[in-house]
């Protein structure tokens, strides 16, 4: 099952833990997390895909809306622990124009 | 491998949520096989997924869908086949995602892009009767 399995905030990041398929259903809990964060002024994420190895087109675009809220606050969508073949549907997506990229989450929080 | 002996899976699909993934955990098994890399096999995975779901979406039809994997010594053939109305592949525009952001634009829309950057030949065959996607991966030599 495609779920949300953490989110804390970590220095001035907001870290999203996502467990699963990365389909719509995931891609839409992740925007509401982000919504309501925003809501209390918070704009920098991370999302940790350590425990989501496949990810849908769909679910990727539902990145592109965070992506744009965000942009919209001066905000940050950082990615990070994500498998090869999601590194490179995001590539081809261009989507990782737009996002900071990292191995593992210290290094996306030591950005 | 002659023409005759090539082995192939077939498989029935409702139109259900995520049953794509049947089709994906059904080419890990078949790449594993084959001996295809670790990065062949996520890149047939995304690709079937893809495919898998425009002909869950595009067909406008709530009858099962085919796949139909065929091996040989040198590549894996996939045919994804729908019973819906049929589309004209021509008419797909290629998405921009900076047309995408800042715009009123429908983010969606990626899924024939994505499956012809993945795979190393796709076709499409379409009728008023359905659509049949014919794509292929080339076992690298190593």
């Known amino acids: ?111 | 491998m002659s023409n005759e002996t090539k082995p192939s899976v077939e498989l029935r699909i409702p139109i259900l949520k995520d049953m794509e993934l049947v089709a994906t955990n059904t080419a890990d098994v078949i790449a594993k096989y084959m001996q295809l890399s670790e990065e062949e096999s996520g890149e047939i995975s995304m690709a079937l997924i893809e495919a898998t779901i425009n002909a869950f979406e595009h067909s406008e039809s709530q009858k099962d869908i085919f796949i139909n994997f065929t091996i040989s010594d040198e590549e894996l053939t996939i045919k994804v086949i729908d019973q819906g109305k049929g589309f004209d592949s021509k008419g797909i525009q290629i998405p921009d995602i900076d047309s995408k952001l800042k715009k009123q634009e429908r983010k969606r829309g990626w899924g024939v892009m994505l499956i012809k950057e993945l795979m190393d030949s796709v076709d499409y065959e379409s009728s008023n009767d359905g659509t049949t996607l014919t794509m292929t991966k080339k076992k690298k030599n190593e």
């Open chain 1, 1 to 111: 099952m495609s779920k949300i399995i953490n989110t804390e905030e970590q220095n001035k990041y907001v870290v999203v833990k996502t467990e699963g398929y990365f389909n719509k259903d995931l891609g839409e809990l992740v925007i509401s997390v982000v919504e309501e964060k925003v809501q209390e002024n918070k704009f920098h994420f991370i999302l940790d895909l350590e425990q989501s190895k496949i990810v849908n087109s769909i679910g990727a675009s539902i990145l592109i809306e965070v992506i744009e809220i965000l942009q919209d606050k001066d905000g940050t969508l950082s990615l990070c622990h994500m498998a090869p073949i999601i590194e490179k549907t995001f590539s081809i997506m261009g989507l990782t124009k737009y996002c900071n990229t990292f191995a593992t989450l210290d290094e996306a929080l030591a950005q």
